[in-house]
């Protein structure tokens, strides 16, 4: 450590590294890798028959290797006296015709237009520790000389760390006087055997000298990936985000190398070369488990099939560790694929990932150990896009139908802004087609199952019309119901399909998700269900003002599109105080409130309830087992009300009223279930109520 400058500012002293040279002797110094690390790029750009500068060049043996391979026109400059002293005695008899020179690379002794190269490994870095004004000063001297020595057509290679700061100077220099940019990662592999120790990686740009031009295109080029192949980008920001992505992967893996994740999770996207696609190919999020394993069972990679990645178990945190768990390996990576990218079979899927996963390995983990590739079933799973729209209110969207478990095809509408919820799910099954003059059988087609609940939540608040005071009459004559949100039309058709006597008005802000609905989710319109293409907060105060309407149900499950609250379902005006009065305005005197809340944070849900609980004095709550969502049940009488004050407060609902509830649920899936043929025998709306909590 004594060979290290006290302050960063003597990396720019000649003094100092005189003293460092002095100290390190004959061993040389090499910080940036050594000649065959290096070679395969550098062979790229400087030519053996060229006349080539190394300015900084210190006691590296870089320039050496390169003269025993050809490179005779090479002249190396330092600002160190003694380490151009030491390395032309070192280099006196064996490599004659190589030059050392002691000189300040920001006042070089060369005539204009010397060299057809300039190679510098370090020395920026070493003269650029920080963006002091008088450091910037001092590099723009030193790239003002390169410049000037270098002849047009000429190349500036400097082997760099490229921390931000350097970036951000080498991006607003070189393009801006017209000069070709190139970027090359050092392969890591190539680094491993003598630079373990460095976890940042080793750039090469790559500085093509034309004369500035005025409206000239600027040429951005990066090649990142280990390939040959270099990668066009339009702005010098798109250069700075792509090297900064490989740094902070090459910090990642070093963690993830060293020590354990300690309950974090870490998701990494990992993109196409050959595709031109903005949208990665491989998510991968890496789960550390706290239980000891045994040596074969540190470490595999788990490919979830294709469609699935938006169930709980794939998609969460939660449901990640929980997989984890379940394989039973000390590290678990979970692969999702994109729908954007083609996929041919499991085994090419293994042959692309295998050597990437490796380098996300645990610590100590035994590399001759084969890596196990987990997943549901022998194959990666079926997605078929069915239609592919763009909303005006939450912009792209894609209906999908996927395989699901035992080969049961799920349709799902999902909006790429957040692409791993599901908005709307359906079931599918096959529906025979008329046969046809002529053919033995006859055709199938997939249609929606109107009997199936995709939801939890839309299976409680089905299970929740049994609070209703009066359920067993309005079952027998008329159920009244107002529903703000559409989505894919799963609720809407479920309840028209099972309760005969009920009368619907489906409120929805945005006329394509209507029409992906009508044309995707084999939803109808009739008498008994019609819908308002309206905004829900101006249909109800509308409502609200007619004296003459009434309704026995408000079910309010629309979602919100400002990420920025925590609160996902439903949009703050929606639960302020005035729309909340017109609901209760709509609602008969024993009618019923059911609300969908999906609040992160919890301050901000403390206050929603307490907003909702000044209109409605008695809330029942629900909590969806493994989702944000809560169903609140909201009456406008105060009948039953356990409250003192404005004080918020949860208990047990009585094993009177809970058996009261059951009864009268029982009623509703009674009447559901002699209303259709098509009940779905895995739906006990009994059991969709319990842990029912009062507020």
């Known amino acids: 450590m004594d060979l290290l400058p006290r302050s960063h500012t003597e990396f720019s002293s000649a003094d100092y590294w005189d003293r460092f040279f002095k100290k390190r002797g004959e061993k040389a110094f090499e910080w940036y890798g050594e000649y065959p690390e290096l070679c395969g790029i550098l062979h790229k750009y400087i030519k053996p028959q ?17 003269y025993d391979v050809g490179y005779r026109g090479l002249t190396n400059v330092d600002i160190s006296d003694v380490v151009v002293r030491q390395m032309t005695e070192r280099n006196a008899e064996k490599r004659a015709e190589m030059k050392f020179l002691q000189m300040d690379v920001m006042k070089m002794d060369f005539p204009d237009s010397s060299f057809s190269a300039v190679l510098d490994k370090g020395t920026l870095d070493a003269l650029m520790p920080d963006s002091q004004s008088e450091t910037q000063e001092r590099v723009t001297r030193m790239f003002d000389e390169v410049g000037r020595v270098l002849k047009v057509g000429g190349r500036y290679v400097i082997i760099t760390l490229a921390q931000e700061h350097i970036l951000k100077k080498l991006m607003q220099y070189f393009p801006q006087e017209g000069w070709i940019t190139r970027v090359h990662k050092v392969s890591d592999s190539d680094r491993e055997t003598s630079q373990k120790e460095m976890p940042l990686p080793v750039f090469i740009f790559v500085f093509t000298k034309f004369r500035k031009m005025p409206q000239m295109n600027k040429i951005l080029e990066v090649c990142l990936d280990g390939t040959d192949t270099m990668q066009r980008l339009s702005y010098e920001e798109d250069v700075v985000k792509a090297v900064k992505e490989r740094q902070h992967y090459a910090m990642l ?75 039973g390996f000390r590290r678990l990576v979970v692969v999702s694929l994109q729908r954007e990218h083609p996929y041919e079979t499991m085994a090419e899927i293994q042959k692309e990932l295998s050597a990437k996963v490796m380098e996300l390995a645990p610590p100590g983990f035994n590399r001759k150990i084969q890596v196990p590739f987990l997943s549901v079933g022998e194959d990666i799973g079926t997605r078929t896009v069915c ?12 209906v999908e139908d996927v395989e699901g478990e035992e080969g049961v095809i799920y349709r799902n509408l ?16 096959q529906e025979n087609l008329p046969k046809k003059k002529g053919r033995r059988r ?10 199936y609940l995709a939801c939890q939540h839309h299976r409680v608040m089905v299970a929740g019309l049994g609070c209703l005071p009066n359920v067993r009459q309005l079952m027998d004559r008329r159920l009244d119901v107002v529903l703000v949100g559409l989505g894919g039309g799963g609720l809407p058709l479920f309840l028209h399909k099972h309760f005969s006597k009920l009368q619907m008005d489906v409120v929805e802000l945005d006329l394509s998700i209507l029409q992906v609905a009508e044309g995707w989710f084999g939803f109808q319109q009739d008498d008994r269900m019609r819908v308002h293409i309206a905004d829900g907060l101006v249909y109800l105060e509308e409502w609200a003002k007619q004296a003459s309407s009434s309704s026995h149900v408000v079910i309010l499950d629309v979602d919100s599109k400002d990420v920025t609250t925590g609160m996902s379902f439903p949009p703050q005006p929606f639960v302020e105080k005035e729309c909340l009065k017109n609901i209760k305005d709509i609602l008969h005197e024993d009618g019923l409130f059911i609300l969908n809340l999906s609040c992160r944070n919890m301050t901000l849900r403390a206050s929603v309830v307490k907003t909702v609980k000044s209109v409605f004095p008695r809330i029942l709550s629900k909590k969806i087992e493994d989702e944000v969502n809560e169903i609140l049940f909201c009456f406008p009488r105060e009948k039953d009300v356990h409250e003192s004050g404005d004080a918020v ?45 009062l507020v």
């Open 50 to 66: 060229e006349q080539a500068l190394v300015v900084g060049c210190g006691n590296s043996r870089l320039s050496e290797d390169l």
């Open 253 to 327: 893996r070093q963690q993830l190398q060293n020590r354990g994740l300690e309950g974090e999770t870490v998701s990494l996207e990992l993109f196409s070369s050959s595709s031109s696609s903005s949208v990665p190919k491989y998510i991968l999020h890496i789960v550390d488990t706290d239980t000891v394993r045994a040596a074969d069972r540190q470490f595999a990679v788990f490919i979830v099939p294709q469609g699935r990645e938006v169930e709980w178990l794939f998609a969460t945190d939660d449901g990640r560790r929980q997989l984890a768990e379940t394989a």
């Open 387 to 398: 239609h592919e729209g763009t909303s005006e209110f939450s912009g792209p969207y894609v």
């Open 414 to 429: 999902i909006f790429l802004s957040n692409r791993n919820a599901v908005q709307s799910q359906a079931r599918m099954v």
């Open 442 to 451: 006859a055709g199938k087609k997939l249609v929606v199952d109107c009997g």
């Open 649 to 693: 407060r949860t208990m047990e609902v009585s094993l009177e009223e809970l058996g009261n509830l059951k009864e009268s649920i029982g009623v509703v899936e009674k009447v559901a279930k002699g209303a259709s043929q098509g009940w779905d025998q895995t739906l006990e709306l009994t059991e969709q109520l319990e842990g029912l909590k």
